[in-house]
């Protein structure tokens, strides 16, 4: 039976942020939520989404080296969600964007996942956080894209531009936001995907299952008519099946809506049904079951038409979750659609009314004739239920606010438009710029996470009401966002921050200035960057308090410390040099990547550093810096669709040879005709 499934169509949401084999390296993610908690997104979905090795709660160390160096080769990492649950700490290397849609909520659930050979798009029920996707009972649907992939080119089209139009609607403050042209430049990068990944709309439609996205909120077209439309038969549904853990509540003027709404896009004449699946409780001491729907939902029958009937059913899960599956099941004579996402069957949910929820959802169509294997294993992927009977049931009236993750902050007044972290002028300070669009109302203070007034009313009047403000912050760790509050009437709003560019940010005080001996481990080593990092900052307390006898070399040949020895170690700094610019050579992502290229813990300017500060002599100093000036001249940038162009990256390299040529002082090597005269001629033959 339809309603009666094993584990066909079970997983885990989480799942779905691990790359499939083959799927190369990551490129960038762009994600949105209702619900949102930024620890458990950057390190669980994020963390699979980039394939991390390390686990944070194991080591933690480990975990962060190793998130520090992939999130710099993203061409970026963005997510977007409704604007009064954005609050929490977060690393500024991803962009978190407040949905501030006037009237309405932000609902939708999709995440579209880049690698390198492959793009996932995930259509959910699920929020970004911990319940989301750890304790609730939710549904998603995964749709993957890669060359010869059998999944309809178009949907990933429209998911794109349905993503654009978000961004857009929910910044109010959008030109000149960095955040905002990340995210454009992320889905720009997306819509380049190749013509191959997918199957053309006349291919796809001979497909056992078609599917189509939904979307909701950003136009005036509602869930339940856009589902006539994908309708495939000229013939109305005759049954539907509701799957929804929120109802409007009663008592309302629209309380029928949803339900009326329904009923009109099935058959008018002959036998109908319409059956809700809701969740159910037992009521201690009682025989009966306490629904988690409004009795009110039967009221909306069709008069007079003796051939229909309403029915409950009770979702079962053999864990207990909370249910939080939403889903609409039409049946016909012989098609089948079923469409799963964000949308509760609600009026705004719905987008009945003309302040809808934007929503996303995904529908799938099969046809039982041609298609019953396909039509099947759809079944199988509908939540196991069982009837209810009504007479020993008790309903709850109030089931409509959907509020996971309940929040102390009221929705930030459009007055208040970006707040952008710039971390490019020298340490320890970075500057907050503050963008007003307006007037904002009277006795408001900016705080920081840490609770201390950044700036407030006074101190914006007294500059004159500017509509950009630049602020010193003197804290070495960049805010993840700002309170502004209201002391007299008690109200918060928070105010999240962004970074002007992701590169800039300081590395970790333990990456900071790695001496030369451990640049070169890292640069000629096969293994993960982070697995060298880590053992090398890590603390030797293993071995505190442990006597010299644990630690006598007994190998003779390590006796000898000969790393020192001019030759050998220039031979070892050749080889760290050529690794580094091979890695120079490969496709650069984006701006933020080549400058952690040139400027991060292992880059260009690091080793440059090291070398001035490690060499043994003058002399060994202008020869290795020489060295490394005639190697970046000879990188060559691959390309790759959406890279930094070769130009670019070759006009950075010329700006880093021409620092490197000025730093060596002519002066100190008269004494050394023969190395003065090689270094001149070698910076004479680079075209500079």
């Given at each position: 039976?339809?309603?009666?499934?094993?584990?066909?169509g079970?997983?885990?949401?989480?799942?779905?942020?691990t790359?499939?084999?083959?799927?190369?390296d990551?490129?960038?993610c762009?994600?949105?939520?209702?619900?949102?908690?930024?620890?458990?997104?950057?390190?669980?979905?994020?963390?699979r989404?980039?394939?991390?090795?390390?686990?944070?709660?194991?080591?933690?160390?480990?975990?962060?080296?190793?998130?520090?160096?992939?999130?710099?080769?993203?061409?970026?990492?963005?997510?977007?969600?409704d604007?009064q649950?954005?609050?929490?700490?977060?690393?500024?290397r991803?962009?978190?964007?407040?949905?501030?849609?006037?009237?309405?909520?932000?609902?939708?659930?999709?995440?579209?996942?880049?690698?390198?050979?492959?793009?996932?798009?995930?259509?959910?029920?699920?929020?970004?956080?911990e319940?989301?996707?750890?304790?609730?009972?939710?549904?998603?649907?995964?749709?993957?894209?890669?060359?010869?992939?059998?999944?309809?080119?178009?949907?990933?089209?429209?998911?794109?531009e349905?993503?654009?139009?978000?961004v857009?609607?929910?910044?109010?403050?959008k030109?000149?936001?960095?955040?905002?042209?990340?995210?454009?430049?992320?889905l720009?990068?997306?819509?380049?995907?190749?013509?191959?990944?997918?199957?053309?709309?006349?291919?796809?439609?001979?497909?056992g299952?078609?599917?189509?996205?939904?979307?909701?909120?950003?136009?005036?077209r509602?869930?339940l008519?856009?589902?006539?439309?994908?309708?495939?038969?000229?013939?109305?549904?005759?049954?539907?099946?509701?799957?929804?853990?929120?109802?409007?509540?009663?008592?309302?003027?629209?309380?029928?809506?949803?339900?009326?709404?329904l009923?009109?896009?099935?058959?008018?004449?002959?036998?109908?049904e319409?059956?809700?699946?809701?969740?159910?409780?037992?009521?201690?001491?009682?025989?009966?079951?306490?629904?988690q729907?409004p009795?009110?939902l039967?009221?909306?029958?069709?008069?007079?038409?003796?051939?229909?009937r309403?029915?409950?059913?009770?979702?079962?899960?053999?864990?207990n979750?909370?249910l939080?599956?939403?889903?609409?099941?039409?049946?016909?004579?012989?098609?089948?659609?079923y469409?799963?996402?964000?949308?509760?069957?609600?009026?705004?949910g719905?987008s009945?009314?003309?302040?809808?929820?934007?929503?996303?959802?995904?529908?799938?169509v099969?046809?039982?004739e041609?298609?019953?294997?396909?039509?099947?294993?759809?079944?199988?992927?509908?939540?196991?239920?069982?009837?209810?009977?009504?007479?020993?049931?008790?309903?709850?009236e109030?089931?409509?606010?959907?509020?996971e993750?309940?929040?102390?902050?009221?929705?930030?007044?459009?007055?208040?438009?970006?707040?952008?972290y710039?971390?490019?002028?020298?340490p320890?300070?970075g500057?907050l710029?503050?963008?007003?669009?307006?007037?904002?109302?009277?006795?408001?203070?900016?705080?920081?996470?840490?609770?201390?007034?950044?700036?407030?009313?006074?101190?914006w009047?007294?500059?004159?009401?500017?509509?950009?403000?630049?602020?010193?912050?003197?804290?070495?760790?960049?805010?993840?966002g700002?309170?502004?509050?209201?002391?007299?009437?008690?109200?918060?709003?928070w105010?999240?921050?962004?970074?002007?560019?992701?590169?800039t940010?300081?590395?970790?005080?333990?990456?900071?200035?790695?001496?030369?001996?451990?640049?070169?481990?890292?640069?000629?080593?096969?293994?993960p960057?982070?697995?060298?990092?880590?053992?090398?900052?890590?603390p030797?307390?293993?071995?505190?308090?442990?006597?010299?006898?644990?630690?006598?070399?007994?190998?003779?040949h390590?006796?000898?410390?000969v790393?020192?020895?001019?030759?050998?170690?220039?031979?070892?700094?050749?080889?760290a040099?050529?690794?580094?610019?091979?890695?120079?050579a490969?496709?650069?992502?984006?701006e933020?990547?080549?400058?952690?290229?040139?400027?991060?813990?292992?880059?260009?300017?690091?080793?440059?550093?090291?070398?001035?500060?490690?060499?043994?002599s003058?002399?060994?100093?202008?020869?290795?810096?020489?060295?490394?000036?005639?190697?970046?001249a000879r990188?060559?940038?691959?390309?790759?669709?959406?890279?930094?162009?070769?130009?670019?990256?070759?006009?950075?390299?010329?700006?880093?040879?021409?620092?490197?040529?000025?730093?060596?002082?002519?002066?100190?090597?008269?004494?050394?005709?023969?190395?003065?005269?090689y270094?001149?001629?070698?910076?004479?033959?680079?075209?500079?």
């Amino acid at each position: 039976m339809r309603k009666k499934n094993g584990d066909i169509g079970h997983s885990k949401i989480l799942e779905a942020w691990t790359p499939p084999d083959g799927a190369g390296d990551p490129v960038g993610c762009i994600a949105t939520s209702f619900t949102f908690n930024p620890p458990f997104f950057e390190t669980e979905c994020l963390a699979r989404f980039l394939g991390l090795e390390s686990d944070a709660e194991d080591d933690a160390l480990q975990f962060l080296i190793e998130q520090e160096f992939r999130m710099a080769k993203l061409a970026g990492a963005v997510v977007l969600v409704d604007q009064q649950h954005c609050i929490g700490k977060r690393s500024l290397r991803w962009d978190l964007l407040p949905a501030r849609l006037a009237g309405r909520l932000m609902h939708a659930k999709v995440s579209v996942l880049a690698w390198a050979n492959i793009r996932r798009v995930i259509i959910a029920s699920a929020n970004l956080t911990e319940d989301g996707y750890r304790r609730n009972q939710e549904v998603f649907g995964v749709v993957d894209y890669y060359d010869g992939a059998e999944s309809p080119r178009v949907l990933l089209t429209e998911v794109i531009e349905f993503l654009e139009n978000l961004v857009d609607a929910s910044v109010l403050d959008k030109d000149g936001s960095p955040a905002v042209s990340r995210s454009r430049s992320l889905l720009e990068r997306l819509r380049q995907t190749p013509s191959s990944w997918g199957m053309s709309p006349e291919d796809s439609r001979k497909m056992g299952i078609r599917l189509s996205p939904v979307f909701s909120g950003l136009d005036n077209r509602s869930v339940l008519s856009q589902l006539s439309e994908i309708w495939p038969a000229s013939t109305p549904p005759c049954e539907a099946w509701v799957v929804s853990p929120f109802f409007d509540e009663s008592g309302g003027g629209a309380l029928d809506g949803p339900t009326k709404a329904l009923w009109a896009i099935l058959r008018r004449r002959g036998d109908a049904e319409v059956a809700f699946c809701v969740g159910a409780e037992e009521i201690p001491g009682e025989e009966r079951l306490l629904l988690q729907a409004p009795e009110s939902l039967l009221r909306s029958q069709p008069p007079g038409r003796p051939s229909v009937r309403t029915s409950f059913h009770r979702v079962l899960d053999k864990d207990n979750r909370l249910l939080h599956t939403k889903g609409i099941w039409l049946e016909g004579e012989r098609h089948v659609l079923y469409l799963i996402g964000s949308s509760n069957f609600t009026t705004a949910g719905l987008s009945l009314s003309s302040k809808g929820n934007v929503e996303a959802n995904l529908a799938y169509v099969s046809d039982y004739e041609q298609h019953e294997k396909e039509a099947r294993q759809m079944e199988r992927c509908f939540p196991e239920t069982e009837p209810i009977n009504l007479t020993s049931a008790q309903w709850r009236e109030t089931v409509a606010a959907e509020a996971e993750s309940p929040t102390e902050a009221s929705p930030l007044p459009e007055a208040f438009g970006r707040a952008v972290y710039d971390a490019s002028i020298p340490p320890p300070l970075g500057r907050l710029i503050l963008r007003f669009i307006g007037e904002p109302s009277r006795g408001w203070k900016v705080v920081s996470e840490e609770g201390e007034v950044v700036f407030s009313i006074s101190g914006w009047e007294e500059r004159g009401r500017p509509e950009t403000v630049e602020i010193d912050w003197p804290l070495e760790r960049p805010p993840s966002g700002l309170w502004v509050r209201w002391p007299e009437v008690g109200m918060c709003s928070w105010w999240p921050v962004e970074v002007l560019s992701p590169g800039t940010l300081l590395p970790p005080e333990y990456l900071r200035d790695l001496p030369l001996e451990v640049l070169i481990r890292v640069l000629t080593s096969s293994q993960p960057l982070h697995r060298i990092l880590k053992d090398e900052i890590r603390p030797k307390r293993e071995t505190e308090g442990r006597g010299t006898e644990s630690s006598v070399i007994i190998d003779p040949h390590k006796k000898v410390d000969v790393s020192g020895f001019l030759l050998q170690r220039s031979r070892r700094v050749a080889e760290a040099i050529e690794a580094l610019c091979a890695r120079l050579a490969e496709p650069t992502s984006s701006e933020a990547c080549l400058y952690w290229k040139i400027n991060g813990p292992v880059g260009v300017k690091s080793l440059a550093a090291a070398l001035q500060r490690e060499a043994k002599s003058s002399e060994e100093r202008a020869f290795l810096l020489t060295e490394l000036a005639l190697a970046l001249a000879r990188v060559k940038p691959q390309m790759a669709p959406g890279a930094v162009p070769a130009a670019t990256v070759c006009q950075r390299l010329k700006d880093i040879i021409i620092e490197i040529r000025d730093s060596i002082p002519s002066g100190e090597l008269a004494q050394v005709p023969h190395l003065s005269q090689y270094i001149q001629r070698a910076f004479s033959e680079i075209a500079l």
